[in-house]
């Protein structure tokens, strides 16, 4: 099993930063894929990017890049998502997951993911 807790969410000003936190623990392969997801009210939960424990390899999509950065802390079995440039359209509650699967370099499916966090809320204020 595979505890994850997020922190970090809260209210933002739009063009402002925040930095969300996903503390893991219990059996984390060392390269478990992690990633971080978003989902709005009334809408479908969003992939907004993924890390892996050993490389440390990332992808993130176009919807976020160049905002969005995905970082992790081994040492401290954390993974981080930095977000910039905030917008409205950015409010959402974020979760942090990670994945079991192996051989891809990325997973960004919803059900590609078999462990979940609670949820941490941000929004973005005009």
């Known amino acids: 099993q595979v505890q994850l807790v997020e922190s970090g969410g809260g209210l933002v000003q739009a063009g402002g930063s925040l930095r969300l936190s996903c503390a893991a623990s219990?059996?984390?392969?060392?390269?478990?894929?992690m990633g971080w997801f978003r989902q709005a009210p009334g809408k479908e939960r969003e992939f907004v990017g993924t890390i892996t424990w050993r490389t440390g390899y990332t992808y993130l999509p176009d919807s976020v890049r160049g905002r969005f950065t995905v970082s992790r802390d081994n040492a401290k079995n954390t993974v981080y998502l930095q977000m910039n440039s905030l917008k409205p359209e950015d409010t959402a509650v974020y979760y942090c997951?990670?994945?079991?699967?192996?051989?891809?370099?990325?997973?960004?499916?919803?059900?590609?993911?078999?462990?979940w966090g609670q949820g941490t809320q941000v929004t973005v204020s005009s």
């Open positions: 997951a990670a994945s079991r699967r192996t051989g891809r370099s990325y997973y960004t499916k919803v059900d590609e993911y078999d462990y």
């Open positions: 219990g059996d984390i392969f060392s390269n478990y894929p």
